[in-house]
């Protein structure tokens, strides 16, 4: 079936600290893959996406690449910021749309 | 531009109680429209999902159904609540085949 594994949290970092935050995914064929956020009292938000394999996404200097042979998706950003501080989710769409999310990680950025 | 409404925003049912949980877009056509609960600490379960009128995938065997009688209304039903249907149920929609979701605000649901 189809499932996507997260980094269990919460992580906790010091402001300009470098951030991974480990995805991988089980799915049949060929699916998209997408890092969503949901910044406290907000609602989740699309963060970047990818659609086929070696694709790099990127917003907000947060980036990601889609690895088909490790089956992986991992968040990175250079320098974190208190602003950062939110829940990421990872998550894939199949082939036929159907979009699944994974637990969320947690992520706190202290001054 | 786009927007979905999801209502209503909090419910408190007894136990054995129906439920319907609303939600429409506007501003687009022929969406995907999706169910999900999302519990305290967790991440997002999916529950129902639909490509078009009259077509719903089910995800969770429960006593839960959905139905989308118009191409961007999307309903979610129970006859008989169970304790365990609390929770948070996020309504979104999505441009056909692309996966990109936008979310509604909600709706909080205590089972007593």
């Known amino acids: 079936g189809n499932s996507v594994t997260q980094m269990e949290g919460p992580v906790t970092l010091s402001e300009e600290a470098f951030l991974t935050i480990n995805c991988t995914y089980t799915?049949?064929?060929?699916?998209?893959l997408f890092w969503y956020v949901q910044y406290p009292g907000e609602g989740l938000q699309l963060l970047l996406k990818a659609t086929k394999a070696d694709d790099k996404g990127s917003n907000k200097g947060f980036e990601a690449t889609y690895r088909k042979e490790t089956t992986s998706f991992h968040l990175e950003k250079g320098s974190v910021q208190v602003s950062d501080s939110a829940v990421y989710f990872c998550a894939l769409k199949t082939s036929y749309d159907k979009v699944i999310f994974g637990p969320g990680t947690s992520l706190s950025v202290i001054p | 531009s786009q927007t979905i409404h999801q209502w209503p925003a909090t419910l408190v049912q007894p136990v054995g109680s129906p439920l319907s949980l609303e939600c429409t877009v506007e501003g687009t056509s022929n969406p995907n429209l999706y169910w999900y609960r999302q519990a305290a600490g967790r991440g997002l379960q999916l529950l129902f999902y639909s490509v078009g009128i009259g077509q719903i995938s089910s995800e969770v065997p429960q006593n839960l159904s959905a139905s989308r009688p118009q191409d961007r209304q999307f309903i979610l039903s129970s006859k008989k609540l169970l304790l365990s249907d609390s929770g948070f149920y996020l309504c979104?929609?999505?441009?056909?085949?692309?996966?990109?979701?936008?979310f509604g605000e909600g709706s909080r649901l205590t089972v007593l």
């Open positions: 799915a049949t064929g060929y699916p998209s």
């Open positions: 979104a929609w999505s441009p056909t085949r692309t996966g990109e979701l936008f």
